[in-house]
């Protein structure tokens, strides 16, 4: 169900349905990207982990069981990875839900939801997004 | 991304051993597992994570479930997770409510 097109020599687009089980096709992405622009492992996980936060977002939050689709697009820059999440959901800025973890309350007293958000946004060194023509588009790069 | 998930026990300890990568596609099955495990009532609780090669906020959230489903008096163990998994797990301040601990 997904279609991955080779876009030049560095850059890649794949389009999935917005469910859980494409969020395998979508790592599989990240990380052959992540091997093209000669990322470390621990830039690798940490690129990998903030967009799949963010894809897993999207399914839950966003479509909530709805039918749609996420677009990914992949490109190494010079000195950037980046990737690009474009969805179809309802206007939703990662930004606006980020909350840190609480120091002062033991873990499972805490409210859990915004872990993933807090995880991807400190995961990456460069985020971004906008909402265009009805969709969102979140970008995420880390340094090569 | 599959995940492999063994369960085991002896007299005071439940042992769940897990293998492959922990995302929201995956966590599913540890729940049910945790449920296993919390409704023995053994007084510690180990998850091996040697063989975890990434996981999500969705493991985050599987280990908080633990901590709610055994009582205060269990200890939970999360055993052998390589670098990147516990700097996770540390990020979301949780190895304050379970055990990190190298093998």
């Known amino acids: ?144 | 991304m599959p995940l492999s998930i063994s369960y085991s026990s002896s007299a005071d300890t439940s042992v769940i051993e897990l293998a492959g990568e922990l995302d929201a596609s995956t966590a599913g099955e540890l729940h049910e597992v945790i449920e296993k495990a919390s409704a023995r009532g053994l007084g510690t609780v180990e998850i091996r994570m040697a063989k975890v090669g990434y996981m999500a906020s969705a493991g985050l959230r599987s280990l908080v479930f633990a901590r709610q489903k055994m009582g205060e008096g269990v200890e939970i163990r999360v055993v052998g997770a390589n670098e990147a998994v516990a700097r996770v797990i540390r990020a979301a301040g949780l190895d304050r409510s379970v055990q990190l601990i190298d093998e």
């Open chain 1, 1 to 144: 169900m997904s279609e991955q097109v080779a876009v030049g020599e560095r850059a890649s687009v794949l389009r999935v349905p917005a469910s859980l089980g494409s969020l395998g096709a979508i790592s599989v992405l990240v990380l052959d990207l992540a091997g093209q622009g000669g990322l470390g492992e621990a830039a690798r996980y940490r690129l990998r982990l903030a967009v799949d936060e963010l894809a897993t977002n999207a399914v839950i939050h966003g479509y909530r069981g709805r039918p749609g689709e996420i677009a990914v697009t992949g490109e190494v820059t010079a000195d950037l990875v980046v990737i690009r999440l474009v969805d179809r959901a309802p206007r939703f800025d990662p930004r606006s839900r980020w909350r840190r973890p609480e120091p002062g309350l033991p873990a499972h007293a805490r409210p859990i939801g915004g872990l993933g958000i807090h995880l991807a946004l400190t995961s990456v060194d460069e985020f971004s997004y906008a909402y265009l023509d009805g969709r969102n588009v979140c970008t995420l790069a880390v340094r090569r």
